[in-house]
């Protein structure tokens, strides 16, 4: 392709606290590189309807505090078809535009990787997602906010919990990972998580009933992953009160709370590295990677392995929390 003089960026599939962050440092480095930069609005469907506008320095000035994305973000169909990504690819041409930085999860990542390998467009990804469940980076940009949030959530669910002596489902967001509930459970004190990546072995809720969660306490949370494969909270609740109907049981799903709010230092700074280093990979004529960051350093993830690869739960976090919440 040449020269790489101008870059798109885009944000796809749910928000995430720290996306404006990442927005900002992708934009700001380009620039500082001597690159043109080009904001794509509403993900892929932009780049198809030819939805494009000049980033310069100011338009990304006061964001790094917002949460959600000023780029929007949107599901696009069309994109998913040949002749979308065609015309997708049209606009890009036609706005001169070189490569693409996607920010987003899973989905967008194989968006982006088809549309490489079609057109022969570098693309490189930032894994913007609050579920953290993108395989080559510690955490993604939103997680650590979404997981403040989920404790902030559960500490106020705590004193009526304590109050009513009542036990409390509380179903997060994670839809097939359990980083969120598990890492919830153990910073708020719940007494369980249930997550999907454990349902096939055990019977998660008996485990539980079974390890004497009365005998010390007179409320009991349990943090569920919104999921297929465990149900979700108003399974286990309706559960409860079949099999066990002396409990006095309550519900509460956080749902899209978990995706709003300022992001967090640790985001913010997540996003900052990343889109910095989006712009290094661009200069280094890397493509089709997503960038990652584990045990600190900066690492260049294939698009294959970050789709592909499941991003494993850490079972010593497992024993953790049993351990704490006798």
Not at 80 to 86: F, L
Not at 230 to 257: F, S
Not at 287 to 314: C, H, L, Q, T
């Amino acid at each position: 392709m040449g020269a790489i003089k101008c870059i798109g960026i885009l944000t796809s599939g749910g928000d995430a606290p720290g996306m404006n962050a990442a927005i900002r440092a992708v934009t700001r480095s380009a620039i500082y590189n001597g690159l043109q930069v080009k904001g794509i609005y509403r993900g892929y469907r932009g780049l198809v309807t030819g939805e494009i506008k000049e980033f310069k320095s100011q338009n990304v000035s006061n964001i790094i505090q917002q949460g959600g994305t000023i780029l929007k973000t949107a599901r696009c169909q069309e994109f998913m078809t040949p002749e979308g990504r065609k015309l997708a690819y049209e606009n890009m041409k036609a706005e001169n535009i070189d490569a693409l930085v996607i920010i987003g999860g899973d989905g967008s990542l194989t968006g982006a990787r088809i549309f490489a390998q079609e057109f022969d467009v570098p693309c490189i990804g930032l894994p913007g997602t609050i579920d953290n469940d993108l395989y080559g980076t510690d955490t993604t940009i939103g997680y650590d906010t979404a997981l403040n949030t989920i404790i902030d959530a559960v500490d106020k669910i705590r004193d009526t919990a304590t109050s009513h002596e009542r036990l409390f489902f509380v179903e997060v967001m994670g839809r097939d990972a359990g980083f969120l509930a598990l890492n919830g459970a153990i910073a708020s004190g719940a007494e369980a998580a249930i997550i999907p990546e454990f349902n096939t072995e055990v019977d998660q809720l008996e485990e539980f009933i079974k390890n004497g969660f009365r005998k010390s306490k007179n409320s009991s949370i349990v943090i569920v992953a919104e999921s297929e494969v465990t149900g979700g909270a108003m399974h286990y609740a309706e559960r409860v009160k079949n099999e066990y109907p002396q409990y006095d049981v309550r519900v509460t799903i956080l749902g899209h709370l978990q995706r709003g709010g300022s992001p967090t230092a640790h985001d913010r700074i997540l996003a900052s590295r990343l889109g910095a280093a989006a712009i290094d990979a661009i200069m280094e004529d890397q493509r089709n990677v997503m960038i990652g960051i584990e045990n600190d350093e900066v690492v260049y993830i294939p698009f294959s392995k970050a789709i592909k690869n499941d991003k494993p739960i850490k079972r010593d976090l497992v024993n953790v929390l049993k351990e704490l919440s006798i």
